[in-house]
């Protein structure tokens, strides 16, 4: 059984910011714990959403920042799940830093192959995975990101929306979705999910966003709910 994770306040990308810096720098929770928890949260409801998960595939679809680092921790656990997984890099992996970067190379070591959609031979294995998924997760682009996915990333978002048999994910908001204004950039990703951390973000609530983020499931990632507008305060009962 899952804990549960009430849905509460709907907030401003400035305002997640300042929840990842009181968790990383006031209280001690490295980042890559939080990408940990928020890739597992993830895949947890991806599985969920698998008829038949030893049968079925799902595309990852990862780009350089901290949203292709959740991308890469979904693969990992869907993996360890017995679910094929194709992992595709948008940029070249020597782009991908920080915490993003471990969580590649621990794919890596796992002998996760890689979909190098930045190079002619990987994008044309993309097109080819993704006319045979079950699921797309986009991992391509996060709340920090404006205007509309350009170059590889803007041709992976078209294929995405362009298969017709597969659910579309989203990890925290879809690629070309303004997460504060609600502005829809061509191309965005049309999801028919949204897993999003810690809370929604105000641009899911206009009729241009509520077009393109589906169903809206908020996840816990390891912040203390008492620092999180609209979650109740923490009372101990002792």
Wanted: negative net charge; glycine residues 12%.
């Amino acid at each position: 059984m899952s804990i549960p994770y009430p849905p509460g306040e709907f907030l401003t990308c400035q305002q997640i910011r300042e929840l990842d810096d009181l968790a990383i720098e006031q209280i001690g929770i490295p980042g890559v714990v939080l990408m940990e928890n928020a890739g597992r949260s993830a895949a947890g409801f991806v599985y969920g959403t698998l008829p038949n998960p030893a049968h079925e595939r799902v595309v990852v679809l990862c780009g350089s920042g901290n949203n292709g680092g959740d991308g890469f921790v979904v693969a990992r656990h869907l993996r360890n799940a017995s679910v094929a997984v194709d992992v595709v890099l948008a940029v070249p992996a020597e782009k991908i830093k920080g915490d993003a970067a471990i969580n590649l190379h621990i794919l890596e070591r796992m002998g996760q192959p890689l979909l190098r959609a930045n190079e002619e031979a990987g994008l044309e294995a993309t097109r080819a995975a993704l006319r045979h998924a079950d699921v797309v997760v986009d991992a391509l682009l996060g709340t920090g990101s404006r205007g509309a996915p350009r170059g590889v990333m803007g041709e992976l978002v078209q294929l995405a929306n362009a298969s017709e048999r597969a659910r579309r994910m989203a990890i925290d908001i879809p690629s070309g979705l303004d997460a504060d204004a609600g502005t829809v950039h061509e191309p965005c990703f049309r999801a028919h999910a949204t897993v999003t951390m810690l809370a929604g973000k105000v641009g899911f609530e206009t009729e241009a966003g509520r077009s393109v983020v589906g169903r809206v499931i908020p996840v816990e990632i390891g912040t203390p709910r008492d620092v999180i507008p609209g979650r109740p305060e923490f009372r101990h009962r002792g």
